[in-house]
């Protein structure tokens, strides 16, 4: 079930908060000395149970998206404390007692290290301004960070201070002619003894030369910005809403004739389940199938005898060496000839809102010019490498007869709701009476037997009444018309509609084959008259997000801004600061290029 990614995401914040421990403790020691390097590192459990227990007053659970967001947290909840606890350090290298060191050195960088945290709250909370399904589903990712980061200032500016007063020992950090002599050459001597003062030295001397020659280093510093925008607009560098990740568990969808019962759809569906049971053991954990519904998530589903569903969860490790994808090919090259079946599809869980890579739809007031245009846009979705289970919601119904009034029976003052009204009423009873069964009502009805409506003669030699009171057999009033219908009408704005979706390997792009479509199908209302083209699923996600997320950024840029301003006391040197964000990106456009992953 669902659980199995709840205890990864468990086991993937543990993992992080003890390798972040490690990590914290290893650098600090080696930078600073062994005891700092522990009261440091306490504060990540410590920020971690603040953010805990604030969630519990807020009524946020931990869910999926909590946990993501202290798997965020967890390596920026220290920097506040590396920077209060190293300039502590520091005044204790020049021959300072801890005590007074504690309380110099935090109160230097109390604002300082406000002012981060607050930039960082700020920055996550432009989150909390995404408008649409992403905007709700990323909610508690903002409100956990901030919390989290909120604990860890406490204490690093409480908690911290007091603990490095308590227990830093000077004879631990200084030899004996530095403490006694406690000059400043002194202490700039033991500070050119420690094993970085190489690397510190070749980085002076390679920014006094980046100083010296600063336009050159500018300028190739925009170029780089320019480069990084031609990978992104060439088609070197992708883009995703959300990233599909190896699922471990899957279902597939699968969808008989709607005249079939429930019986006849689990007979059908008992073909799916010797296939899927014929996966070795080594790759299939278990299954379990379903007869008269199909769920796409936990909220999500659909209801009806025509539908079946297989829940199929893969062994993780061990013999497996296959994928996921691997294993939907081979079964999909199995179901491909199965008997009973309209439609068998593929859908695993993935991360962000649910819906579907490619989706379109097309709308107009003819049926017909409807169907023709989905066939064509599903053919040449079809043609595209890499995309999947191509459809559309047009299903067949099961038989219907339609009426249609002549002229002669508008004449005699029938229109279609009189005559509905009275073929209702002999097939499926009008209300005669009310009786009373025991303390319960129940309604009189009065319809024609059985044989009668099961009889398509019975139906045509049917009498109605007319506003006039006389009695006339149907079809002379309508021409009756025995036709397969649809399974179901879409409407959206009173017009018709279709809806195709698709899916997309890791190795194809929804964004790029959107645009292909786009192109192809521009002269759409030309060769359909009367049929347009929008479009959805992670298309229309993300221009709503893309857009929504840019003003979010606008906002807290500005707030970020005057942060700074109000720290610094210029309004000028926040924009030097702010200018390295697009600058920081650079490592994540070259690096994602460079491994030929997806932005996302």
Not at 117 to 123: E, H, N, R
Not at 487 to 506: F, G, P, W, Y
Not at 514 to 543: N, P
Not at 594 to 599: F, K, N
Request: hydrophobic share 45%; aromatic share 10%; charged share 20%.
């Amino acid at each position: 079930d669902f659980s199995i990614y709840v205890k990864n995401r468990l086991r993937t914040l543990m993992q992080s908060g003890c390798f972040g421990l490690a990590l914290v403790l290893l650098i600090l020691w080696i930078f600073l000395d062994a005891r700092t390097a522990l009261m440091t590192a306490m504060g990540i459990p410590m920020a971690v149970m603040g953010g805990v227990i604030a969630m519990s007053f807020l009524g946020i659970t931990m869910n999926m998206l909590s946990m993501f967001a202290f798997i965020l947290v967890l390596g920026l909840v220290v920097d506040d404390a590396i920077v209060v606890v190293e300039n502590c350090y520091r005044y204790v290298e020049k021959g300072m007692l801890p005590r007074e060191a504690a309380l110099l050195g935090t109160k230097e960088v109390a604002w300082p290290v406000v002012t981060t945290v607050c930039t960082t709250v700020a920055a996550f909370g432009a989150i909390l301004m995404i408008e649409g399904e992403l905007g709700q589903w990323m909610k508690p990712v903002p409100w956990v960070a901030g919390l989290t980061l909120a604990a860890s200032l406490i204490e690093a500016l409480l908690v911290l201070p007091s603990h490095f007063a308590d227990w830093i020992k000077p004879n631990l950090i200084l030899d004996d002619a530095v403490h006694s002599e406690q000059s400043s050459g002194n202490a700039k001597s033991s500070e050119s003894r420690r094993w970085y003062s190489g690397i510190q030295r070749y980085y002076e001397r390679a920014l006094r030369h980046i100083l010296r020659h600063r336009y050159p280093a500018v300028l190739a510093a925009l170029g780089a910005i320019v480069c990084a925008g031609a990978l992104f607009q060439f088609g070197h560098l992708k883009f995703v809403l959300m990233p599909k990740f190896e699922a471990k568990l899957f279902f597939i969808n699968i969808e008989t004739p709607t005249s079939n019962s429930l019986d006849q759809t689990f007979e059908t569906l008992r073909y799916f389940e010797r296939e899927v049971n014929e996966l070795p053991d080594y790759e299939l954990e278990s299954y379990v199938a379903l007869a008269g519904a199909s769920y796409s998530d936990q909220q999500n589903y659909r209801t009806g005898s025509h539908l079946a569903q297989l829940f199929v969860e893969l062994a993780e490790g061990g013999q497996r060496t296959r994928s996921t994808d691997e294993i939907q090919d081979e079964l999909r090259q199995r179901f491909a000839d199965a008997p009973g079946v309209t439609r068998v599809d593929f859908h695993a869980p993935q991360a962000g809102p649910t819906g579907s890579p490619i989706e379109m739809r097309l709308f107009s007031s003819n049926q017909e010019s409807l169907a023709k245009a989905s066939q064509a846009v599903q053919n040449y979705l079809k043609a595209f490498p890499g995309v999947l289970d191509v459809r559309d919601d047009l299903l067949p119904g099961t038989r219907e007869i339609r009426f249609r009034l002549t002229n002669e029976g508008r004449m005699l003052g029938f229109n279609e709701i009189l005559i509905g009204q009275q073929v209702l009423g002999a097939f499926y009873g009008n209300r005669a009476a009310i009786l009373r069964l025991g303390r319960d009502p129940a309604d009189l009805l009065v319809r024609n037997p059985e044989s009668h409506r099961l009889d398509f003669t019975a139906l045509r030699e049917l009498r109605v009444k007319s506003p006039s009171g006389e009695w006339l057999p149907l079809e002379r009033i309508a021409n009756l018309q025995e036709v397969s219908g649809l399974a179901q009408i879409s409407r959206r704005n009173r017009n018709r509609s279709v809806t195709i979706t698709a899916d997309v390997l890791a190795s194809a792009n929804a964004r790029d084959i959107m645009k292909e479509v786009a192109g192809e199908f521009d002269d759409i209302h030309q060769r359909w008259k009367g049929v347009s083209l929008d479009y959805g699923g992670d298309q229309e996600a993300t221009r709503e997000s893309m857009e929504s997320l840019m003003r979010a950024m606008a906002i807290s840029f500005l707030v970020i801004y005057f942060l700074l301003a109000f720290l610094f006391r210029s309004y000028l040197q926040p924009l030097v600061v702010l200018c390295s964000v697009p600058f920081g990106a650079l490592g994540v456009f070259y690096g994602f290029a460079l491994i030929g992953l997806p932005l996302s």
